[in-house]
């Protein structure tokens, strides 16, 4: 199956995106198809390779069009440059939009203003506030508001003209039709009776006009979408800003010559030129030099890492002093930049559960609307006739029916949820918090319970000499030495450990000879003449070597390992060697208490050892001794209890359980498989960021929340009121002005509450 997501030019509502997907989803080939009102994009999944040109010939008939294909999930981001520019071009066409509805708006806006001037003037010289109008001036306007009607509704308005005009041709409405066919019916009865003044005399008030109710109507629905389409355009900036970090070019070395190409011409293993000041093209491993690395985009923290041979660098950094050069090992799709953008990208076109409900609304609301608005012009004309009079009736039957039409309109309901999606997800990417879709991100807000694997999770995941006991008369760093030279022939990750400090404390190394490993004990090595071990408590008593060993069993019970190194005659002292916590566990698991979480950590370690480092950190639970499948057992268990698990991990062994969790949650610096079972990576690997995560999925739903209230609210208040349903009672009735003023304003905050997720602090 194939999928592609397709721009969509002609929708402006939650409506206009069901009709597109209840038209699309008929075509044969077609599996599945979603549209998204926030990102105005469609995606479509078919069974063999679909033609678009066929898809508008379906959908071009009711005003909308499958555009430029903006993405792939077959080819993903192999071409990084080939995705901004498309995405430059889908910029520069929604600029043009802008400007074109900028344009249309500052034109309409004084015609309002007359409008309205001519409506207050003549309201408040009713209650003699000011003069009444002269008959002169009242026949100026009366052949001025004509003119000024026509040019709001035909230029103006001719989008909801176009949606009246597709209604009546193919039974599709959407929000165009409902303003559409408001302000048509206010022109047409205006029109009537100025120009069949004498014929309708007798049986309607022929002096009253709804020309003002054309004009300003269109001119604030017209002001609201143009606010409304310039406030969505920023809700995706973390795209542009990701595609951005790409570097365009890289310095490669091909037959011993530097060559600038292109990012898609480079190849795996090229060697690649980095100079200061430039962005590194594609990820790779340093072969020559070393430099500072701004990796700021990935990691959060603003201070430039060092970065030596054998270190790994990451497209879009930023190397800020020496020249270096590398080796390329992930270019195209497979760069880390761009896994991040097409997992934004995704997130942001999906849909999260929540949405479902106004969705369905929507699909049904504007034929309901339609009913309504006309049984409403229906009732006052047959109930109002009578106490009123039918020119009274029609008048206000009119109103009503206008108002009706204008103030239901669904924009608000569609745009509730997507936009705080977006601003949502795009806000985590720039956080380092990578979610995969909108579902995963209402699931998160309900979590009460996360589970950690310890190893690479909590802690560090690469053991570390973090204690030395000596005995003898060397010195500490003779004492490293004599141990990481020993182990340099070592590949075991605990001898990796003590070269490793030796490099960082730039503790010398030398050759050794006659090396041999002791299987189960430790190893042993010519140093300067000298045989000397290194080893476990068993290699020091299999030399019958004189040695307390209770000064270790504290320090083993803690999972510390240690290393004894010794001569046949004596020993010299020993280093103990962990895997270390990471300096951030502690706080997020106090954070995550502090947002009323329980905390369990999984180990396939051994009890006491488990037991201490959780001490050290707050964990509540702790479940030792695990194998793989016992990890999933456990998420399965809790599940039982009632509770919503988020399970965070990094390996293989742990992608079961991160697959079954209601949220599985992925340290970046973990495999591939685990990455692939979560719904959430952390980039770096920093666990403060699940509490980040939580927050953000908070703040989000909040969001989605709040303006599917007022979206209600906007509905459920202004539909009644603008029937008339309260005149008997209290005398309200709802001017369509304030109604189409009251739609503008819904739509216009539900984007700009969304927009306030960006600024918020997690």
Known sequence: MNTEIFKVEGMHCASCASIIERTVSKLDGVESISVNAGTENAKISFKDKINIQDLNLKLEPLGYSLVTEINDSTTALDDTLESSAKLSQSKKAKLAELTNMKTKVISAIPLAVISIFIMAWDLLGQYHVVPVMSQMVEEFFHHLLPLMATYTLFVVGKPYLLGLYRFIRHGKANMDTLVGIGTTSAFLYSFAVTAFANVLQPFVDVNHTYYDVTIVVITFIALGKYLETRSKAKTGDAIEKLLNLQAKTALVIRNGKEIELSINDVKHNDEIIVKPGAKIPVDGIIS?????????????????????????????????????????????????????????????????????????????????????????????????TGPMGFSQAMSFGLVSFVGVLVIACPCALG???????????????????????????????????????????ITLGKPRLVDIKNFSNLKDDKLVSILASLESKSEHPIGQAIINYAKEKNISIVDTSDFENIEGMGLKSMIEGVFYYAGNVKLIKDLNLNFDS????PLTNQGKTPVILATKEKVFGFVMVADEIKKESKQAIIDLHKLGL????????????????????????????????????????????????????????????????????????????????????LLDGDISKIVKAIKLSKITMRGIKQNLFWAFVYNIIGI???????????????????????MALSSISVVSNSLRIKSMEL
């Not at 030596?308 to 497209?315: H, K, L, P, R």
């Not at 949820?417 to 807000?445: F, M, R, S």
């Open 288 to 384: 020559k030099g070393s430099s500072f690395i701004d990796e700021s985009m990935i990691t959060g923290e603003p201070i430039p890492n060092n970065k030596n041979i054998g270190d790994t660098v990451i497209a879009g950094t930023i190397n800020t002093s020496g020249s270096f050069v590398f080796k390329a090992t992930k270019i195209g799709s497979e760069t880390l930049l761009a896994q991040i953008i097409k997992m934004v990208k995704d997130a942001q076109e999906s849909k999260a559960p929540i949405q479902t409900l106004a969705d369905n609304i929507s699909s049904i609301f504007v034929p309901i609307v339609l009913v309504i608005a006309f049984v409403t012009l229906t009732l006052w004309i047959l109930l109002a």
């Open 415 to 457: 745009l509730a949820t997507p936009t705080a999606i977006i601003v949502g997800v795009g806000k985590g990417a720039k956080e380092g918090i990578l979610v995969k879709d909108a579902a995963t991100l209402e699931k998160l807000y309900k979590v009460d319970t996360v589970v950690f694997d310890k190893t690479g999770t």
């Open 550 to 553: 209770s000064a270790i069993e």
């Open 598 to 681: 329980k905390v369990v950590m999984l180990t396939g370690d051994d009890k006491r050892a488990a037991k201490y480092i959780a001490s050290l950190i707050g964990i509540d639970e702790v479940v030792a001794n695990v194998l793989p499948q016992n990890k999933l057992d456990k998420i399965k268990e809790l599940q039982s209890q009632g509770k919503i698990v988020a399970m965070a991990g990094d390996g293989v062994n742990d992608a079961p359980a991160l697959a079954q969790a209601d949220v599985g949650i992925a340290m970046s610096t973990g495999t591939d498989v685990a990455i692939e079972s979560s719904g959430i990576t």
């Open 720 to 742: 009644p009121l603008a029937t008339g349903m309260f005149y008997p009672i209290f005398g309200w009735l709802l001017n369509p002005i304030f109604a189409g003023m009251a």
